[in-house]
C-alpha cells in the first residue's frame, strides 16, 4: 500500500469510530430510558470532542468534527417527537 492509501484509512477509521460510538450511545441511552436524555448525548460528544482536541491537537480532526456533527444529528433524530409537538 501506497502512504496516500493508509492515510485515507487512517481517515476513514476516524470517521467510522466516531460515528459508531455516538450512534451505539444514542441507541443505548433511547433503550435503557423512557425519555430520550438529550443532553447526555450532546454533553458527552461536546466532551469527548474537548478532550481528544486537548490531548492530540489537530492531528484527529476528522474525528472530532464527525463526532459532533453525529452528536447533533442523533440529537435530533431521537427528539423529533419532543422537537416537532
Known amino acids: 500500500m ?6 485515507e484509512l487512517k481517515i ?3 470517521v467510522f469510530l466516531a460515528l459508531f460510538t455516538v450512534a451505539d450511545f444514542a441507541l443505548c441511552l433511547f ?4 425519555v430520550f ?3 447526555a448525548l450532546l454533553g458527552s460528544g ?6 481528544v482536541l486537548c490531548w ?5 480532526i476528522y474525528f ?3 463526532l459532533l456533527v453525529s452528536t447533533a444529528l442523533f440529537s ?3 427528539n423529533w417527537h419532543s422537537i416537532v409537538h
Request: charged share 10%; net charge positive.
Open 31 to 34: 433503550f435503557y430510558n423512557s
Open 2 to 7: 501506497t502512504q496516500y492509501n493508509l492515510e
Open 56 to 60: 492530540t491537537g489537530k492531528k484527529h
Open 46 to 51: 461536546i466532551g469527548l470532542a474537548i478532550i
Open 12 to 14: 476513514l477509521n476516524q
Open 76 to 78: 435530533i433524530v431521537y
Open 37 to 39: 436524555p438529550w443532553f
Open 64 to 66: 472530532i468534527a464527525t
